[in-house]
């Protein structure tokens, strides 16, 4: 994923430099070209071999080390960076950037960089809620650093409260949201729906499906890597929730209709991934259902709305009272997914026409190996114009990827 890519470690002073061992190793398995510099203090905490072994390039802590290579070492470095990230960040070294003081290796580096610089505080909480370390950080944000967030938690001194370095997977998202792939969708807002519905029976049971949700929140994730501002309804799953996306949680499908029709229009994009429940039951009971002498139990069941057409149908009124021409997407671009166990292109080019949606992504959940609860899936595209593409069987993180390079095309 970050083939071609340069990633500077800047590690300074924390008992917190020992996790970032781990977040170069994660990086490599990631193909990152990784260089760490160091500190004089951080090598007190972790030895700059690890991080040699680990990347296979020269630590670098003295500014004049008359070993290294012979060009302008922070310079060389500095142009050839995709992104840095300054992790752990002390309070000295935030200070430090802060006011343009460049007198170590680290400092100089990130001085001369031009590309994103993405800063990790690590330190005491009382230190981190000085409000000197507050007003340096606020003028790094200023300068455009990012700044992550610390997590709080016990400390190294055992304090309790904010000041601790948050995990590596974190580290490593705020990375790859910077270079994974392409901005091709900055500026633009996407909204997904993802997950299955519950229908509730009793305050005990309900109706649902084999969903797992996977195919949305990856989807979710691949709009966000690209830039998009994304906005993701979901229903009940287990999944960890994909990071800088705006998550509303429902259940029903009445409650999903209602998150999308309160949206949509304020989007781009429009992607629906969900597997809803066609039927519902009309009575709720109010109280658990007792289980009777009889053999068997009839519920009676109404259908659901039918979110995907009437979202299409919602933006075409839409358009039309604005007088736009037909045939044109004006409005939101709508995705839709439909799950399959036979004719899955006959049923697939019915129902794109009948929900009248711009692309529709077909499933077919008669494989095992793919679709519902699987990691991986193999979809057919087809567009209202009658194009179409077959995307082979690979990850859910691959499908999402390549769906949505179709659309953009």
């Known amino acids: 994923m970050l083939k071609g890519k340069t990633v ?26 990784i260089h760490v510099l160091m500190t004089k203090n951080a090598t007190n905490f972790i030895n700059p071999v690890t991080f040699e072994t680990l990347t296979g390039n020269k630590c670098i802590v003295d500014t004049f080390d008359r070993n290294f290579q012979f060009h302008v070492a922070h310079i060389s470095l500095a142009k050839k960076a995709d992104v840095v990230l300054i992790a752990p960040a002390s309070a000295n070294v935030i200070a430090k950037m802060a006011n343009g003081i460049a007198d170590d290796m680290l400092t100089t580096t990130v001085l001369a960089c031009k590309c994103k610089k993405i800063v990790s505080p690590a330190m005491n909480t009382n230190m981190y809620h000085n409000e000197i370390v507050q007003h340096n950080i606020q003028k790094l944000k200023q300068y455009g650093f990012e700044v992550i967030k610390p997590d709080n938690g016990i400390l190294a001194c055992k304090d309790v409260g904010d000041g601790k370095m948050p995990s590596e997977k974190v ?10 792939y392409q901005k091709d969708l900055l500026g633009k807002k996407v909204i997904i729906t993802a997950g299955p519905t519950q229908e509730s029976i ?31 309804v979901s229903g009940v799953t287990s999944l960890q929730k994909p990071p800088f996306v705006t998550v509303v949680d429902v259940k029903s499908a009445g409650d999903m209709f209602e998150a999308m029709k309160e949206r949509f229009l304020q989007n781009d994009i429009i992607i629906k991934a969900a597997a809803v429940a066609d039927y519902r039951v009309k009575e ?26 009437g979202l299409c149908e919602y933006r075409n009124s839409f358009l039309q009272e604005r007088g736009q021409g037909e045939g044109l997407i004006i409005g939101p671009t709508i995705v839709g997914f439909c799950a399959e166990s036979e004719n899955l292109l006959e049923n697939a080019k019915e129902k794109i026409t009948k929900k009248g949606c711009d692309y529709l992504v077909a499933n077919d959940i008669s494989r095992k190996d793919i679709g519902f609860g699987s990691d991986d899936n193999e979809v057919v595209i087809l567009d209202k114009n009658g194009g179409m593409k077959r995307l082979e069987k690979s990850t859910k993180t691959v499908i999402a990827r390549k769906i949505l390079e179709y659309i953009n095309e």
């Open 202 to 232: 009793d305050p005990v049971r309900y109706i649902t499906n084999h969903s797992t949700g996977k195919m949305g929140y990856e989807l979710a994730r691949a709009c966000m890597l690209r830039g998009a501002e994304v906005t993701l």
């Open 171 to 180: 580290l490593v998202d705020y990375i790859l949201k910077e270079i994974a």
């Open 8 to 33: 500077l470690l800047g590690v300074t002073g924390s008992i917190a430099a020992y996790k970032i061992a781990n977040l170069a190793s994660m990086l490599s398995k990631l193909n990152a070209d």
């Open 284 to 309: 709720i009971s109010a109280q658990k259902m007792k289980k009777g002498a009889e053999e068997s139990l009839t519920l009676e069941l109404v259908k659901n709305p039918d979110i995907l057409r």
